[in-house]
């Protein structure tokens, strides 16, 4: 078992009928991080979601929790917002949020106490005595938030958390989560396709595809390592001169014209491996009028799409 | 077990504070007062009015009055004037044409050898109800027999009436030493129809519960905090309890109408109205001198609620194993007909087993039935009132019991495998799977 790990998946593996749901599915989520579980529709991601939360078993392999083979014993200090999830809708709002920290093994007291505190942080309040049948798709969102982190977990599971969300409340649900994740208590597996929230929240992630995992370790060295030489440049003239200009000392990938001020035009360029970076900016920027020229970036999608894109190839 | 107990409170409180619950717990009483009174309505309303054109061809039963100068019968006290029937007599028929035209509903034809064949003929536009059909032909028999006591025995009818003897047949069972085995035949009756509808009732509130689970998407947040097996057992047993706080609501309105309703009888002057005492009587003391309404005496009513309340329990938890494990494998109610058919059969064949019994409450079918799981919990309440061992008693919920344990098993795996599934109906090879599938 790792030291300093909420979980060590090992292994797992999980079929259904001929389907391979999992595949031998290996790494770690560090403690006190917030971490991705990525991949498209279909990959596993629920499956394992719902071994970790004891709704189905393994066929192989193991999961262990902060140093203990995962069971049914470990569920109360796991928090789960699954992505299929909603509420009794003839139940008050009150009383369903007890209900649901009753069966999470809190006194009454207690949740009554932190759900006020929690209410009152989210906007809720004022909601405590109406049916769920009256309440916004929104509101019932935070309402379904609070009840997964009410019980304060070790570790808080989260299956598309911001989806359903206008900007303002997703903003304030994700302000919540990297507060939980600074105080450091609590790991947070997150599971999204919202790349923008990946790379804003978390330390790490692990992609997963078609039942197997693709890339696994920290979010910005993932995006160092997919960086492949791309340039990114920005110049005034025409498109004609730049090309010429550029002859073969750089691969042209792709042009946009009038990007991103009219007259101006921003290219994506592919250096050769051996070239240094700076002699060539000096030398180009000698030829053409250069506004910006920066080595680019990956995004987590860039990321993602690129891996998925090599992995199906591969699989073909 | 607090994890069980929090589930058994919500599915009971957020059940039995439905207004639905206390309106259908009022109404239950009143919908069968109702319906009792519906049939004694509608068969009083059968009786149509009918006027009756007798053509006496034979001249037996009718003479001809010269000074009214119409046909009127020999006997008129055999043809009394009903209310809703009304006879004349005539030696001749009508033609079709002239029966129709005419206000006559029926026309009934005494020919020449009608003592020889004893049937008449009748003719009409609009069939008659059977209760007419059969008053006419005990009045018509009557004038018939009359005639023959006059003819053959020369004997004063009056005198014939005396002589004539019926006799009544008074069961009594020699070891409850009761009597009155129909009335006690049809008390478990009732309660098999009323075991019947709430093992039903309650066992599809169960269905749709599980239903309404998956639909709301709410099953997976608590399918990770407590295991399928907890959430089924859970919602059977919160269900269960709405059933039985019915059948307490029912009971206590039951002792409370019988007590509050004997007190304003005896209160009024209708119990010695309508008794032959001189005196006043108590409203129980009143039921004993009607023949319709001794038997309600004789019945052990703590037995038959304890009776209703435990057979309920089991058959209940029995159809409810059923009705969670259909509710799992199918997405909404309509898919739920393919499955629910086939688990009504067992209850639907006890309840008319139980009909049919009424004639013969303690035949092979009643027995046997009663002994047989599934249809034990609505047969043994034809039974009880009829006197049942308690070894009998021990084979039925015995035999349930093992049933319910199977039942919930069988019906685990299935909940487990059905609940987290959706967009698909299950195949029967789908449940055949689950079966056997460990996790």
């Given at each position: 078992?790792?030291?300093?790990?909420?979980?060590?998946?090992?292994?797992?593996?999980?079929?259904?009928?001929?389907?391979?749901?999992?595949?031998?599915?290996?790494?770690?989520?560090?403690?006190?991080?917030?971490?991705?579980?990525?991949?498209?529709?279909?990959?596993?991601?629920?499956?394992?979601?719902?071994?970790?939360?004891?709704?189905?078993?393994?066929?192989?392999?193991?999961?262990?929790?902060?140093?203990?083979?995962?069971?049914?014993?470990?569920?109360?200090?796991?928090?789960?917002?699954?992505?299929?999830?909603?509420?009794?809708?003839?139940?008050?709002?009150?009383?369903?949020?007890?209900?649901?920290?009753?069966?999470?093994?809190?006194?009454?007291?207690?949740?009554?106490?932190?759900?006020?505190?929690?209410?009152?942080?989210?906007?809720?309040?004022?909601?405590?005595?109406?049916?769920?049948?009256?309440?916004?798709?929104?509101?019932?969102?935070?309402?379904?938030?609070?009840?997964?982190?009410?019980?304060?977990?070790?570790?808080?599971?989260?299956?598309?958390?911001?989806?359903?969300?206008?900007?303002?409340?997703?903003?304030?649900?994700?302000?919540?989560?990297?507060?939980?994740?600074?105080?450091?208590?609590?790991?947070?597996?997150?599971?999204?396709?919202?790349?923008?929230?990946?790379?804003?929240?978390?330390?790490?992630?692990?992609?997963?595809?078609?039942?197997?995992?693709?890339?696994?370790?920290?979010?910005?060295?993932?995006?160092?390592?997919?960086?492949?030489?791309?340039?990114?440049?920005?110049?005034?003239?025409?498109?004609?001169?730049?090309?010429?200009?550029?002859?073969?000392?750089?691969?042209?990938?792709?042009?946009?014209?009038?990007?991103?001020?009219?007259?101006?035009?921003?290219?994506?360029?592919?250096?050769?491996?051996?070239?240094?970076?700076?002699?060539?900016?000096?030398?180009?920027?000698?030829?053409?009028?250069?506004?910006?020229?920066?080595?680019?970036?990956?995004?987590?999608?860039?990321?993602?799409?690129?891996?998925?894109?090599?992995?199906?190839?591969?699989?073909? | 077990?607090?994890?069980?107990?929090?589930?058994?409170?919500?599915?009971?409180?957020?059940?039995?504070?439905?207004?639905?619950?206390?309106?259908?717990?009022?109404?239950?009483?009143?919908?069968?007062?109702?319906?009792?009174?519906?049939?004694?309505?509608?068969?009083?309303?059968?009786?149509?009015?009918?006027?009756?054109?007798?053509v006496d061809a034979s001249g037996l039963i009718s003479?001809?009055?010269?000074?009214?100068?119409?046909?009127?019968?020999?006997?008129?006290?055999?043809?009394?004037?009903?209310?809703?029937?009304?006879?004349?007599?005539?030696?001749?028929?009508?033609?079709?044409?002239?029966?129709?035209?005419?206000?006559?509903?029926?026309?009934?034809?005494?020919?020449?050898?009608?003592?020889?064949?004893?049937?008449?003929?009748?003719?009409?536009?609009?069939?008659?109800?059977?209760?007419?059909?059969?008053?006419?032909?005990?009045?018509?028999?009557?004038?018939?027999?009359?005639?023959k006591v006059k003819r053959d025995l020369e004997l004063?009818?009056?005198?014939?009436?005396?002589?004539?003897?019926?006799?009544?047949?008074?069961?009594?069972?020699?070891?409850?030493?009761?009597?009155?085995?129909?009335?006690?035949?049809?008390?478990?009756?009732?309660?098999?129809?009323?075991?019947?509808?709430?093992?039903?009732?309650?066992?599809?509130?169960?269905?749709?519960?599980?239903?309404?689970?998956?639909?709301?998407?709410?099953?997976?947040?608590?399918?990770?905090?407590?295991?399928?097996?907890?959430?089924?057992?859970?919602k059977i047993i919160g269900i269960g309890l709405v059933?039985?706080?019915?059948?307490?609501?029912?009971?206590?309105?039951?002792?409370?109408?019988?007590?509050?309703?004997?007190?304003?009888?005896?209160?009024?002057?209708?119990?010695?109205?309508?008794?032959?005492?001189?005196?006043?009587?108590?409203?129980?003391?009143?039921?004993?001198?009607?023949?319709?309404?001794?038997?309600?005496?004789?019945?052990?009513?703590?037995?038959?609620?304890?009776?209703?309340?435990?057979?309920?329990?089991?058959?209940?938890?029995?159809?409810?194993?059923?009705?969670?494990?259909?509710?799992?494998?199918?997405?909404?109610?309509?898919?739920?007909?393919?499955?629910?058919?086939?688990?009504?059969?067992?209850?639907?064949?006890?309840?008319?087993?139980?009909?049919?019994?009424?004639?013969?409450?303690?035949?092979?079918?009643?027995?046997?039935?009663?002994?047989?799981?599934?249809?034990?919990?609505?047969?043994?309440?034809?039974?009880?009132?009829?006197?049942?061992?308690?070894?009998?008693?021990?084979?039925?919920?015995?035999?349930?019991?093992?049933?319910?344990?199977?039942?919930?098993?069988?019906?685990?795996?299935?909940?487990?495998?059905?609940?987290?599934?959706?967009?698909?109906?299950?195949?029967?090879?789908?449940?055949?799977?689950?079966?056997?599938?460990?996790?």
């Amino acid at each position: 078992m790792e030291k300093g790990a909420a979980l060590v998946i090992d292994h797992v593996s999980k079929s259904y009928g001929p389907q391979k749901a999992l595949d031998a599915v290996r790494f770690t989520v560090p403690k006190g991080k917030v971490f991705g579980l990525l991949g498209p529709n279909g990959a596993g991601k629920t499956t394992l979601l719902r071994m970790l939360n004891g709704i189905t078993r393994a066929d192989a392999g193991s999961i262990a929790f902060f140093g203990e083979q995962l069971s049914r014993r470990h569920l109360p200090r796991i928090g789960y917002l699954p992505e299929e999830r909603g509420l009794y809708k003839t139940m008050r709002v009150g009383e369903q949020a007890l209900y649901f920290a009753q069966l999470r093994g809190m006194k009454k007291e207690d949740a009554r106490a932190k759900l006020m505190h929690w209410f009152e942080k989210l906007e809720v309040d004022g909601w405590w005595n109406k049916e769920v049948s009256e309440v916004s798709k929104g509101m019932a969102q935070k309402i379904q938030f609070i009840l997964a982190i009410l019980h304060e977990p070790d570790l808080l599971i989260l299956d598309e958390p911001l989806s359903g969300f206008d900007p303002i409340n997703a903003q304030r649900v994700r302000s919540t989560i990297q507060e939980m994740s600074n105080q450091g208590d609590t790991t947070i597996l997150l599971s999204t396709h919202d790349m923008g929230s990946v790379e804003e929240m978390c330390d790490e992630v692990a992609l997963l595809h078609q039942g197997s995992l693709v890339l696994n370790g920290p979010v910005q060295t993932l995006r160092d390592e997919a960086r492949d030489g791309r340039v990114q440049v920005t110049f005034r003239g025409t498109v004609m001169q730049f090309t010429v200009a550029l002859g073969a000392s750089a691969e042209l990938l792709e042009v946009t014209s009038d990007a991103p001020r009219p007259g101006e035009h921003t290219a994506m360029l592919r250096l050769p491996s051996a070239t240094d970076s700076s002699q060539w900016i000096h030398w180009i920027s000698g030829t053409v009028q250069l506004t910006s020229c920066t080595e680019w970036q990956p995004s987590m999608r860039d990321v993602f799409m690129q891996a998925v894109k090599e992995t199906s190839k591969v699989a073909s | 077990m607090k994890t069980l107990k929090h589930i058994i409170y919500r599915e009971w409180s957020t059940r039995v504070r439905r207004k639905a619950f206390w309106l259908g717990t009022l109404l239950i009483p009143a919908l069968l007062a109702g319906s009792i009174g519906i049939s004694v309505w509608m068969n009083s309303g059968a009786e149509k009015e009918a006027k009756v054109l007798v053509v006496d061809a034979s001249g037996l039963i009718s003479r001809f009055d010269d000074r009214r100068e119409v046909w009127l019968p020999t006997h008129p006290d055999c043809f009394p004037e009903r209310s809703k029937l009304m006879y004349r007599f005539a030696p001749e028929a009508m033609g079709d044409d002239a029966f129709l035209a005419s206000d006559f509903d029926l026309m009934v034809f005494f020919d020449d050898g009608i003592l020889q064949h004893s049937s008449a003929k009748y003719y009409y536009e609009k069939a008659p109800a059977m209760s007419t059909e059969r008053a006419i032909s005990s009045d018509l028999a009557s004038a018939i027999e009359r005639f023959k006591v006059k003819r053959d025995l020369e004997l004063d009818f009056e005198t014939y009436k005396r002589l004539k003897t019926s006799i009544q047949l008074v069961g009594e069972d020699v070891v409850t030493r009761d009597g009155n085995a129909t009335g006690r035949a049809l008390i478990g009756f009732f309660f098999s129809a009323l075991l019947f509808l709430q093992i039903v009732i309650y066992g599809m509130h169960v269905m749709r519960g599980v239903i309404e689970e998956k639909a709301n998407r709410i099953v997976e947040v608590v399918i990770s905090v407590v295991t399928p097996m907890q959430l089924m057992t859970g919602k059977i047993i919160g269900i269960g309890l709405v059933g039985l706080t019915q059948f307490a609501l029912l009971a206590a309105l039951g002792w409370l109408i019988y007590f509050a309703g004997g007190r304003w009888l005896e209160a009024s002057d209708l119990l010695k109205a309508t008794s032959d005492a001189s005196v006043s009587l108590d409203f129980e003391s009143w039921m004993a001198t009607q023949s319709g309404l001794r038997f309600l005496l004789d019945v052990n009513w703590p037995l038959m609620v304890t009776a209703v309340a435990v057979f309920f329990v089991l058959g209940y938890f029995m159809y409810a194993c059923i009705f969670a494990a259909i509710g799992a494998a199918v997405d909404q109610e309509s898919d739920a007909q393919y499955y629910t058919i086939p688990a009504l059969i067992p209850p639907m064949l006890a309840y008319l087993l139980a009909a049919s019994s009424i004639e013969n409450p303690e035949g092979d079918l009643s027995i046997y039935g009663s002994y047989f799981p599934l249809t034990a919990p609505i047969m043994m309440m034809t039974r009880i009132p009829m006197g049942v061992d308690g070894w009998e008693l021990l084979v039925a919920i015995g035999g349930i019991g093992i049933m319910s344990y199977l039942l919930l098993l069988a019906s685990s795996r299935i909940f487990r495998l059905g609940i987290l599934t959706r967009g698909k109906r299950f195949s029967w090879k789908d449940l055949w799977n689950g079966l056997r599938s460990r996790h």
